[in-house]
T-cell receptor, first 114, second 112 residues
Framework: GENVGLHLPTLSVQEGDNSIINCAYS??????FIWYKQESGKGPQFIID?????DKRQGQRVTVLLNKTVKHLSLQIAATQPGDSAVYFC?????????????FGTGTSLTVIP | NAGVTQTPKFQVLKTGQSMTLQCAQD?????MYWYRQDPGMGLRLIYY???????DKGEVPNGYNVSRLNKREFSLRLESAAPSQTSVYFC???????????FGSGTRLTVV
């Protein structure tokens, strides 16, 4: 299968600033995307999702943008806090098949500087 | 609510030994998944079970077998462990298509 990739492996931001994490995907048939947060020693945790019929979706302090033309996904975190320090993964669901399989990118490590 | 429970949390095996990683979910989810996570490679799908009684291969199934014991439980077996199987293993479940996963806390496996 085709894999999701990330532009930057690491990102450092000052506390209170906004963070933007990017993700490129290669399969135009993917119809559902999720951002996960993984803290050290823990399993990934769902942050926000977006379906392919949407361009933008907002949650609490987080926004996901989907640009299908260039196959690009981004996660924006507003007013970044120390608790946001983690590895962030985007995952795409390519559809078809019998299950609900997601393919994950390699992750971006976000460090928040107090 | 426990969510997804994995056992054991840590394990060290010698090359050639076998073991079974256990996973159970209490959310009545239909689908369950096994992923492995290696440094710099993200999570890769090993096997999945779309529903009770079915299992299918993912991206990296070689060296593994699975059993969907019932709706709650999905186990991963290494018949003859190899150092290349040193990894962190995550079990996940989902309610249905186009829904996100709930992950377990992982099993850190080292094969020496």
């Amino acid at each position: 299968g085709e894999n999701v990739g990330l532009h930057l492996p690491t990102l450092s931001v000052q506390e209170g600033d906004n963070s933007i994490i990017n993700c490129a995907y290669s399969n135009s048939a993917s119809d559902y995307f999720i951002w996960y947060k993984q803290e050290s020693g823990k399993g990934p945790q769902f942050i926000i999702d977006i379906r392919s019929n949407m361009d933008k979706r907002q949650g609490q302090r987080v926004t996901v943008l989907l640009n299908k033309t260039v196959k690009h996904l981004s996660l924006q975190i507003a007013a970044t806090q120390p608790g946001d320090s983690a590895v962030y993964f985007c995952a795409e669901n390519m559809g078809g098949g019998t299950g609900n399989q997601f393919y994950f990118g390699t992750g971006t490590s976000l460090t928040v500087i107090p | 609510n426990a969510g997804v429970t994995q056992t054991p949390k840590f394990q060290v095996l010698k090359t050639g030994q076998s073991m079974t990683l256990q996973c159970a979910q209490d959310m009545n989810h239909n689908s369950m998944y096994w992923y492995r996570q290696d440094p710099g490679m993200g999570l890769r799908l090993i096997y999945y079970s779309a529903s009770e009684g079915t299992t299918d291969k993912g991206e990296v199934p070689n060296g593994y077998n699975v059993s969907r014991l019932n709706k709650r439980e999905f186990s991963l077996r290494l018949e003859s462990a190899a150092p290349s199987q040193t990894s962190v293993y995550f079990c996940a479940s989902s309610e249905r298509r186009l829904y996100g996963y709930t992950f377990g806390s992982g099993t850190r496996l080292t094969v020496v």
